[in-house]
């Protein structure tokens, strides 16, 4: 049985390594939720030494985890490893083996790198050996960790699985998004399943429309504007986070709270999901840019590394359908931008009316009654959950006001939610995968993403401007149809 636990970050000069994974790490140290000692190994091509290594690494601690640091920064050490040069991996082995006990020390390769290099490194991990646990995981095991993005699409995603899966078995792939590390994103479920009054109502019968948001203010801050450029908000948020959302607010109640019960049902949602044909897309999607504003000197076309003539969105809104038993014909409304007003992300449910207004009697023609009862998920930055009705305003007739009951995480005597990386990283160390993306997921995602994507490549879609600090394109109002109401301004 191993006794030890080894964390091998490819990628640790980059800057989630120094920013996110070692304090990640660090708090749960501190915290004192590792049951077995842990050494870190930070690995990269470029040369530096443990000491100098920790070093960079002091202006990323917090305040709070200052004292832990000092117990925890000998843990880390450092090898410069070019994982394309033999030599420098079997090095990495030898390392390994001398630090710790052997084939039965557990081993988590964490690959913080440069998609293109998931593939070859795990291709160079595996024929040195490294992979190979004992032949009874229970005694040692070996998992890799995997950043986002899978694939830039359907085909490259399905052949990273079909490549990593030739080294790993599915149960040691731990595919990160990080908004399922987010307590709110969980609280999806636990708010549904474990509370009775909800879930009756979680169907089209009582629920006309379902907005996710994942709105935010920055826009290609420090060095973005390349990657950015290459991806899109379509494949840099909603093929992961916003999807990932709709599957935890769309999906069946699992068996069990076991990675593959959930991951299953999950799944199911996701192939659900309506493919739209390359002619819908400028129906049912509306994209845009910023624009240089007051807010903003700068439009997307001016960022640095952005291609002037580019024609990658930085704003997605799109009225997607579920087809199956439980949300058929219910619109799923989704938006991600970047430079947009406000950062929130938040999911509403609107509920129907009543059948009949007794107050206003039997309306005419084309009046829209008014939507009394939504519930409100706040995942971020406010985190909390609201649900608003009518009530009788005292005094003589019947005049009716909206009113709302609220939770705030910040009530709760719990101090403020862990960092994502906190508790994904204890689960990944732990052996569970709940709160990762299985391979199939990843997959049945883009297929949804593609489709519209194609409709963008082969369609005359407008792609349109929208300045900095607004609330996006105001065509992105048109996804709501009738009296279903409009975007969510946020809490
Ligand atoms: C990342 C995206 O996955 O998520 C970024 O690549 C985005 O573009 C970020 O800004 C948002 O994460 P969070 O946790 O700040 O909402």
């Keep these: 049985m191993a006794d030890i636990s080894q964390i091998v970050i490819f990628g640790a000069s980059g800057d989630l390594t120094s920013r996110k994974l070692i304090p990640a790490l660090l708090r749960n140290f501190a915290e004192q939720r590792f049951h077995k000692p842990l050494q870190i190994i930070g690995v990269s091509r470029s040369a530096r030494s443990d000491v100098e290594w920790r070093e960079s690494l ?14 925890f920064a000998p843990s880390l050490s450092w090898r410069a490893v070019d994982a394309s040069v033999g030599e420098q991996t079997q090095g990495l082995a030898d390392h390994l083996e001398a630090l710790a006990e052997g084939r039965t020390a557990n081993r988590l390769f964490y690959l913080a790198l440069k998609p293109s290099l998931f ?3 795990i291709r160079t991990l595996s024929s040195h050996g490294l992979l190979d646990g004992p032949k009874d995981p229970k005694l040692g095991w070996r998992r890799v960790v995997v950043e986002k993005p899978f694939g830039r699409d359907l085909p490259s995603a399905r052949a990273l699985n079909r ?6 078995r599915e149960d040691q792939l731990f595919r990160i998004d990080h908004y399922l590390g987010k307590e709110t994103v969980q609280n999806i479920l636990s708010f549904r399943f474990q509370n009775a009054i909800f879930e009756p ?11 996710i948001s994942v709105c935010e203010t920055v826009a290609m801050e420090g060095k973005r504007g390349a990657y950015y450029d290459s991806a899109g908000a379509i494949r840099d948020m909603v093929q992961n986070h916003v999807l990932q959302i709709l599957a935890l607010v769309a999906m069946e109640p699992p068996t069990s709270m076991a990675a593959d019960a ?3 049902e999950k799944v199911k949602v996701l192939t659900a999901l309506r493919p739209m044909r390359p002619d819908q897309v400028a129906e049912h999607v509306v994209r845009g840019q910023y624009l240089a504003s007051p807010v903003r000197d700068r439009g997307y076309l001016e960022e640095e590394g952005v291609d002037p003539a580019s024609s990658t969105e930085t704003f997605v809104a799109v009225r997607a359908q579920i087809d199956n038993w439980r949300w058929s014909g219910i619109p799923f409304l989704l ?5 947009l007003h406000k950062r929130y992300t938040e999911v509403v449910l609107r509920f129907r009316t009543p059948p009949l207004d007794l107050l206003a009697g039997p309306s005419e023609g084309e009046h829209c009654a008014l939507r009394p009862n939504d519930l409100r998920l706040l995942i971020q930055p406010e985190e909390g959950v609201r649900l608003s009705f009518l009530v009788k305003r005292p005094g003589p007739g019947m005049t009716m006001v909206k009113s709302e009951l609220g939770f705030d995480y910040s009530d709760l005597d719990a101090g403020s939610s862990p960092p994502a990386y906190q508790r994904l990283l204890l689960d990944a160390i732990e052996g569970n995968a709940t709160l990762f993306i299985r391979g199939d997921e990843v997959e049945a995602a883009w297929a949804f993403v593609d489709s519209i994507r194609a409709g963008w490549d082969q369609e005359d879609v407008p792609m349109f401007g929208y300045e900095a600090g607004s609330h996006g394109p105001e065509e992105a109002n048109n996804l709501f149809v009738g009296c279903e109401g409009t975007w ?3 809490p």
Excluded: F, M, Q, Y
Excluded at 58 to 71: K, Q, Y
């Design 58 to 71: 002091d202006e990323w601690i917090p305040d709070d985890l200052r004292a832990a640091w000092s117990g």
């Design 119 to 121: 593939a070859p490194t």
């Design 163 to 168: 490549e990593l899966l030739e080294h790993v």
């Design 201 to 211: 109502l979680w169907n089209r019968k009582h629920i006309e429309s379902v907005e």
């Design 262 to 264: 959930v991951r299953s």
């Design 335 to 339: 938006r991600s931008g970047k430079a």
């Design 488 to 490: 969510s301004i946020g």
